[in-house]
């Protein structure tokens, strides 16, 4: 059984947003330098299919590719779930097991 702290779980909460509720102007929405919208805004399937192919080893353009999202949008999630713990450091780092 998964422990979580207060905060993870206000995390993990956040993430039960279903993203076609989510207006363009919304929290989750940001848009960086480079004028692309990202989404931060992911559903439980899209959590677990990304904690899944990083404990498998894939590299991070593989997770992307399997929940459809841009490389940013998966980058940080991943950062975000290293600094919570949900996610363990991997010797390939982003690239996983082909490094």
């Known amino acids: 059984?998964?422990?979580?702290?207060?905060?993870?779980?206000?995390?993990?909460?956040?993430?039960?947003t279903?993203?076609?509720?989510?207006?363009?102007d919304g929290p989750f929405h940001i848009v960086g330098l480079t004028k692309r919208e990202i989404n931060l805004a992911w559903t439980r399937n899209e959590l677990?299919?990304?904690?899944?192919?990083?404990?498998d080893g894939l590299p991070i353009?593989?997770?992307?590719?399997?929940?459809e999202r841009q490389e940013i949008e998966t980058a940080f999630l991943v950062l975000e779930l290293l600094e919570l713990n949900i996610l363990?450091?991997?010797?390939?780092?982003?690239?996983?097991?082909?490094?």
């Open 1 to 16: 059984m998964t422990t979580y702290t207060p905060s993870e779980l206000r995390w993990l909460r956040m993430q039960k």
């Open 18 to 24: 279903d993203k076609k509720h989510l207006k363009p």
């Open 48 to 55: 677990k299919k990304v904690i899944n192919g990083w404990n």
């Open 61 to 67: 353009w593989e997770i992307t590719e399997n929940v």
């Open 88 to 99: 363990k450091p991997r010797e390939g780092g982003c690239f996983g097991n082909e490094w």
